[in-house]
């Protein structure tokens, strides 16, 4: 294993470092018989690192000896008991040497001093162990004893010179710091190692989330982004979403949901290693339908694994007893497995390694994640975005199906009830809805999406009853979908309404031909009006006439002539 | 532990060295040249060659060389360097 080159015959000697992912970024693992400085701030793990390196060595038959300046070495053991390693026994079996290298504050200085103690003891262990890897953890406590910038300079060269000519491959840890003072003291370290890797811990939205980056690698290449890395119970790991080519097999042949009818409205049921996601608004039976799958599976013997944010192993498994699904015997034979936590517990890249842990030892054809909407609290929505992704992935490439509950306003949007833009990763897509008609809540399903096969688009009504989840028989009307009681009404309604509907057609025709009389009988009495004003007005006429020419005479008779004749005139003008 | 001040108190020293570098060489004059003036006779000092001896250094904690520890008078106290600093070595004597 050690010194093995993966690929080029020229390329530089290497040791896998065993730390999951790690050795992916570094494109096989830490340099050979050379210096990899790792630098962090404090909890972010450079113990841990260098702890798991020596020992993930020692289990493979390498002995590493491991100097600790800040922690004794009865705790250093004690942390590495809780990540299951044993370092007593490697001790025992001369595979490790944890080294307290405690410098007692009181300890008083007279005149110059080198590291010649040091050098001793562990050049004495390394040859009685034949061992040639050794951690220093932390190098700044060592070199800070001089408390003088050119000397520590100086040493560490001296140290990194001891342990090159000695063939030794070292990791040394050193504390970094947001505190310009003190990044820059210790930049010297960066310049004189081979390979130097940076651990970094920051808060985001209140949760913490850990980062790994190598800047600097002599005589090789590597991954260059910056890596989310977490510490759990089995120690560090690595996601290395970006070296994750996109490796995915096709989809699978198609396995039942557990409900016959809805595997033919799917056109066969769901695809195995398929992304499977039911939405729905709250209660509309998405936990029942994951669950009727699930007891399916079981039965026929697959592995499922339920990652659980919202509810409780006994409240599902009680929950699901009424519509007659029991899960316990799929959890007694160890089929069904429940991981849940609550989003908030952690930060994703926790939550994504437990998943991935529980999925290596357990080895699930399938699993239910319940549900995306709850994964937004592990932080922000770019957070649940990436845990999302990186578990998808995850499945894909190991040919798990990936049941995906959410929960969802009323919309049959894909884009909205998937959320999180993960739509694109989605081969299946259920919608479950209730439906208010006639004071009868009733629950709908549809099929949105069934990639690869051909499936039924109209809403179905369903049921769940005792004996599980039942659909029922589409029916289409007026009105789109109709479900419950009312299915039944509706056909006696519509041949009455097909019976009304004629009857008004011919009454409003009745009542046109009634307004088209009125009408004509309105416009004859007008004529007759207008007549009858004519008849008149020519009646005052012929009146004003024969007034005027007896005026006239009346007139001339008394030798008036010319003065009334402009009034006259005028009278007669104005008719 | 008696403290009499009429009786002489017994020196007990040991000093860490490696191999023959010259700091060590310097501590081993220097502490013997402070004993001898002061204590002649009255101490017993140890030299011990860690580049032979690792499992003492491991034993001691002796990081660094040249080391001195005074393991009598009491309590332990440890002097790192050259012991150029004659004041302070004696200091940490009770010389």
């Known amino acids: ?575 | 532990m008696t403290k009499t001040q009429e009786s002489d108190p017994k020196y007990r020293l040991k000093l860490f060295i490696a191999g023959n570098e010259p700091n060590s060489i310097q501590a081993i004059n220097n502490i013997r040249e402070i004993l001898d003036s002061r204590i002649k006779d009255r101490y017993k000092l140890e030299v011990v060659d860690i580049l032979s001896d690792f499992q003492s250094a491991i034993d001691h904690g002796v990081l660094v060389t040249p080391m001195l520890i005074i393991v009598e008078p009491s309590p332990e106290t440890t002097i790192v360097g050259t012991l150029s600093d004659v004041d302070k070595v004696k200091a940490a004597l009770r010389l």
Not at chain 1, 188 to 215: G, K, Y
Not at chain 1, 537 to 564: N, Q, V
């Open chain 1, 1 to 575: 294993m050690e010194n093995e080159s993966k690929t080029d015959k020229s390329a530089l000697p290497k040791i896998p470092t065993y730390i999951a992912g790690l050795d992916d970024i570094l494109h096989g693992g830490i340099p050979s018989n050379r210096t990899t400085i790792i630098s962090g701030g404090p909890g972010c793990g450079k113990s841990i690192f260098g702890i798991e390196f020596l020992y993930n060595g020692a289990k493979n038959g390498h002995p590493g000896i491991y100097v600790t300046f800040e922690e004794r070495a009865d705790a250093v053991r004690q942390n590495a008991l809780t990540m299951g390693w044993n370092l007593d026994e490697m001790e025992k079996q001369n595979l490790m040497f944890v080294m307290q290298a405690n410098l007692d504050p009181k300890t008083l200085i007279s005149g110059d001093f080198s590291l010649m103690g040091l050098f001793a003891i562990i050049e004495g262990k390394a040859k009685s162990m034949n061992c040639t890897r050794i951690v220093v953890d932390a190098i700044d406590i060592l070199l800070r004893m001089y408390n003088d910038f050119n000397r520590e300079r100086s040493e560490y060269y001296i140290l990194h010179d001891w342990f090159s000519s000695r063939k030794m491959t070292s990791i040394m840890t050193v504390k970094s710091s947001q505190d310009h003072g003190m990044a820059s003291r210790y930049e010297f370290l960066d310049f004189m190692a081979d390979c130097v890797i940076h651990l970094d811990q920051r808060v985001r939205e209140q949760i913490s989330t850990r980062r790994i980056r190598v800047t600097k690698y002599r005589g090789s290449d590597f991954g260059r982004n910056e890596y989310p890395y977490v510490i759990s119970d089995k120690g560090l790991s690595i996601i290395p979403i970006s070296t994750t080519g996109l490796r995915h097999r096709p989809l699978g042949d198609p396995i039942s949901s557990g409900n016959e009818r809805l595997d033919s409205i799917l056109g066969g049921g769901y695809r195995r290693a398929s992304c499977v996601l039911i939405a729905g608004i709250t209660g509309a039976g998405k936990t029942t339908m994951a669950n009727t799958f699930i007891k399916s599976a079981c039965d026929r013997g697959e592995k499922v694994l339920y990652i659980g944010f919202e509810e409780s192993e006994e409240a599902i498994v009680t929950n699901m007893l009424s519509p007659g699904i029991d899960l316990r015997p799929a959890i007694e034979s160890k089929r069904l497995r429940f991981l849940t936590s609550l989003p908030e517990a952690m930060g994703s890249e926790e939550h994504l390694m437990r998943a991935f842990n529980q999925m290596s030892d357990d080895k699930p054809d399938h699993i239910v994640l319940d549900a995306i909407s709850a994964c937004e609290r592990m932080g922000s929505t770019r957070t649940a975005f990436e845990y999302l992704i990186r578990l998808l992935n995850h499945c894909k490439e190991n040919d798990i199906t990936c049941i995906l509950l959410n929960q969802t306003v009323e919309s049959m949007d894909i884009h909205q009830i998937s959320g999180m833009e993960i739509s694109s990763m989605v081969d299946t897509a259920l919608f479950l809805g209730m439906t208010e008609v006639g004071g009868e809540v009733n629950r709908m399903l549809l099929v949105l999406k069934s990639r690869g096969l051909a499936h039924s688009n109209q809403f179905r009504e369903f049921r769940i009853t005792s004996n599980g989840v039942e659909l029922m028989d589409v029916y289409v009307g007026e009105g789109g979908v109709l479900t419950g009681a009312a299915r039944q009404e509706q056909e006696a309604k519509e041949s009455a309404n097909q019976r009304m509907r004629e009857h008004r057609i011919l009454q409003k025709r009745q009542e046109l031909n009634h307004k088209e009389a009125a009408k004509q009988a309105k416009i004859a009495a007008l004529q007759s009006e207008i007549d009858m004003f004519k008849t008149e007005l020519d009646t005052l006429m012929e009146e004003e006439k024969i007034w005027h020419d007896g005026r006239d005479i009346r007139a001339r008779l008394r030798g008036k002539i010319k003065d009334d004749n402009t009034l006259n005139k005028s009278i007669l003008g104005n008719i």
